[in-house]
């Protein structure tokens, strides 16, 4: 009897030292299992590339006026136009084409001309029988601006001719060299683009049109 009892107890001892240990075991799996795969009631795994970042500010541009910085205390400009005029021979001056450019105002008051552009009218069939005729006698053909292109005078002219034989090449070749001084202008030298040759040859052009080159010079202004 006493043999049994003490092999019943041993039996007992061994059983209680094997529950803990295999519990123990079961449980570093399961936390193992937790971590890899992400199991519910495990600890939570950290995510990867997911965390949001404080965004920066989005740049916004600013026009200078958005400064303070206006039209005050910059350049101002407008687009402004004049005509040009033609006569041949000693005939009356009549419209020939129209120049167009910005007029730009300095803050301190001083205004120039800038971007010229000029628009020529086409010949009609009457100044063409007049511009040969000017061919045929060797004679000037002139053209004239207003002295103040803002204020276009009634009389005050700039005027300019050259010999009719000059221009005509593969077209009328034409050059307008315009001297200026603020919104005056002080002269103009009016030609053939290239030199004209004595004696003057008798030619007609290829096309009756005009081919037409221009310069602006504008003299240095003080300020007021």
């Known amino acids: 009897m006493r043999a049994f009892l003490v092999f019943f107890l041993f039996i007992c001892l061994s ?25 519910e009631g495990g600890r939570s795994p950290v995510p990867v590339g997911i965390r949001s970042q404080p965004s920066a500010p989005p740049s916004v541009r600013r026009r200078s006026s958005d400064f303070g910085g206006g039209s005050g205390g910059s350049d101002s400009d407008s687009k402004i136009q004049f005509s040009l005029e033609h006569a041949f021979g000693d005939s009356d001056f009549s419209p020939a084409g129209t120049f167009s450019a910005r007029l730009k105002t300095s803050n301190h008051g001083a205004q120039t001309l800038t971007k010229l552009r000029f628009s020529r009218n086409a010949l009609t069939d009457s100044e063409r029988e007049k511009f040969e005729k000017l061919l045929q006698g060797d004679d000037f053909y002139r053209i004239r601006l207003p002295s103040n292109v803002v204020s276009p005078p009634g009389r005050e002219y700039i005027i300019s001719a050259v010999k009719a034989r000059c221009l005509p090449h593969d077209a009328l070749d034409e050059h307008f060299f315009i001297h200026m001084h603020g919104v005056n202008i002080l002269a103009v030298d ?8 004595y004696p003057r040859q008798l030619k007609l052009p290829g096309k009756w049109s005009f081919n037409s080159h221009t310069i602006l010079k504008n003299t240095d202004l003080a300020p007021r």
């Open 15 to 39: 059983f209680a030292l094997l529950v803990p240990s295999s519990f123990g075991f079961q449980s570093d799996e399961l936390l193992v299992d937790d971590e890899e795969f992400g199991l």
């Open 190 to 197: 009016y030609g053939s683009p290239g030199a004209c040759q």
